[in-house]
C-alpha cells in the first residue's frame, strides 16, 4: 500500500457538503475557500448578497464549488428555515459539516454595556451556533458522519479591556464544543473549536488599523508576528476531514504561540 497517498487521502473532502457562517469576509470566507479547494461544496452564509456573491464568485474562479444563503442568523426564529435552505443546496438533502464563523465584537467599556448589546453578543457568538447546528444534526446522524468547527478566540482564556461580553459569548464557545462533542461524538460527529489570534479580518480592523496595537499583538506571540489567513487552511481541513476521526471536544489555538508566553 502507498502510504503516503493513504494519509493525504485523508485530507479529501470531495462530494462533501460545508456550511460556513460569517463567510462574506474574514475568517470565514477564507475556511469556505479552504475547504472548496480540497474538494467540498461550501455553502456560504451570511447577511450580506453582494460580498457573498463575491466571495462564491472567487471560489469558483479558483475552480471550485460553491453555493450561497443570503440570511440574517441573529433572527433566530428563521434559524430551522435558513437551516433547510442550505440543506437544499447539497445532494441529499444532508450538510456533512458545519463552521460556525459568523461572530460580532462591539468593543465597548464596561459602563456602556446595555442589556441590548449584551444580548446581541451572547445570541450570534453563542446561541446560533448550537441552534444552527442542531438544524443538521439528524441528517449527519443517519450517515454516521459530521463535522462540527466553532472559532473560540483569544479572549476565550484571555481578558481584553472593552470585550466583556465578547469574552464571555467566546469562554461560552469552549464549553459547547465539549458539551456538542458529548452529545453528538457517538455518532461520529466530530465537534472541535479553533481560537485564532490576531488576523487581519473586519472585526480585528481596529487593531491592525494602528500601528501600536498591531505591532503590540505581534510581540505578544513567541512568533512574532500576527497571523495570515492561510495560516488557518491547514487546520480546518484537519478538523473537517476524517484525518481527525478521533478528535472531538477539543479547543486548538491558532495564535503564533500568544497563549505560550
Request: with cysteine.
Amino acid at each position: 500500500m502507498d502510504v503516503s497517498n493513504s494519509v493525504l487521502s485523508q485530507f479529501s473532502l470531495e462530494g462533501r457538503h460545508f456550511v460556513v457562517t460569517g463567510s462574506s469576509s474574514g475568517i470565514g470566507r477564507a475556511m469556505a475557500g479552504f475547504l472548496a479547494g480540497a474538494g467540498a461544496t461550501s455553502i456560504l452564509v451570511a447577511r450580506r448578497q453582494n460580498e457573498l456573491e463575491e466571495a462564491a464568485e472567487a471560489i469558483r474562479s479558483a475552480g471550485g464549488k460553491a453555493e450561497i444563503v443570503a440570511a440574517d442568523l441573529s433572527q433566530r426564529e428563521n434559524i430551522a428555515e435558513i437551516a433547510a435552505q442550505c440543506k437544499a443546496k447539497t445532494r441529499n438533502n444532508t450538510v456533512d459539516g458545519v463552521i460556525n464563523a459568523a461572530g460580532v465584537n462591539l468593543r465597548q467599556a464596561v459602563e456602556d454595556i446595555t442589556l441590548d448589546s449584551w444580548d446581541l453578543t451572547l445570541n450570534l457568538n453563542l446561541a446560533v451556533p448550537f441552534f444552527f447546528t442542531r438544524e443538521f444534526v439528524p441528517e449527519m446522524q443517519a450517515q454516521q458522519y459530521g463535522r462540527v468547527i466553532n472559532i473560540a478566540s483569544l479572549q476565550s482564556s484571555r481578558a481584553f479591556p472593552n470585550g466583556l461580553p465578547y469574552g464571555a459569548s467566546k469562554g461560552g464557545i469552549c464549553q459547547l464544543t465539549r458539551a456538542m462533542a458529548e452529545a453528538w461524538s457517538k455518532d461520529n460527529i466530530c465537534c472541535n473549536a479553533i481560537a485564532p489570534g490576531f488576523f487581519p479580518t473586519e472585526l480585528t480592523a481596529p487593531v491592525f488599523g494602528n500601528d501600536d496595537t498591531r505591532d503590540w499583538a505581534a510581540s505578544q506571540t513567541t512568533m512574532g508576528r500576527n497571523g495570515e489567513l492561510d495560516d488557518l487552511s491547514g487546520i480546518t481541513l484537519f478538523f473537517a476531514s476524517s484525518a481527525s476521526s478521533y478528535i472531538t471536544g477539543q479547543t486548538l489555538n491558532i495564535d503564533g504561540g500568544f497563549t505560550a508566553k
